[in-house]
C-alpha cells in the first residue's frame, strides 16, 4: 500500500506560479516512477508530467513543456511540479500518481496509486 498526498494548490493570477509537492508513505518511494496529472471538470484526467525513479528521464504534456518541471526528492519520498507562467487553461485539479511500469508511463491506467488532489486555479 502506497499514499500520497499533494499539497500546494491554490488561486493564482495568469502568469504566476505554483509549487506542488507530493509526499508518499513507505521507504519504497523510489521503485516508483512518479507522475502529475490534472484533470478539469467534465474532462478526462491527463497526463502532465512524469518522471523515472532516479530523477533522470522526464516526460512532459506538449501544453506544459517549457513551463513546469518535476523533480523528486527520494530522500524526502516527495516529488514536485513547479509550475511557472500559469494559464487560465491550467485550472484543474492535480493529481499525483505511482507507477511501478517502466517507459513513458503516460497513461492513468498505468498508475496504480493516487492522492486526493490538489486544486489549482489561475485567473485571467
Sequence with gaps: Q????????GLVQAGGSLR????ASGRTFSSYR???FRQAPGKEREFVAVISRSGGV????DSVKGRF?????????TVYLQMNSLK?????????GATQYTG????TYEY???GQGTQVTVSS
Excluded: F
Design 34 to 36: 512518479m507522475g502529475w
Design 58 to 61: 522526464t516526460h512532459y504534456a
Design 112 to 114: 496504480a496509486y493516487w
Design 88 to 96: 487560465p487553461e491550467d485550472t484543474a485539479v492535480y493529481y499525483c
Design 69 to 77: 518541471t518535476i523533480s523528486r526528492d527520494n530522500a524526502k519520498n
Design 20 to 23: 506542488l509537492s507530493c509526499a
Design 104 to 107: 513513458t508511463t503516460m497513461g
Design 2 to 9: 502506497v499514499q500520497l498526498v499533494e499539497s500546494g494548490g
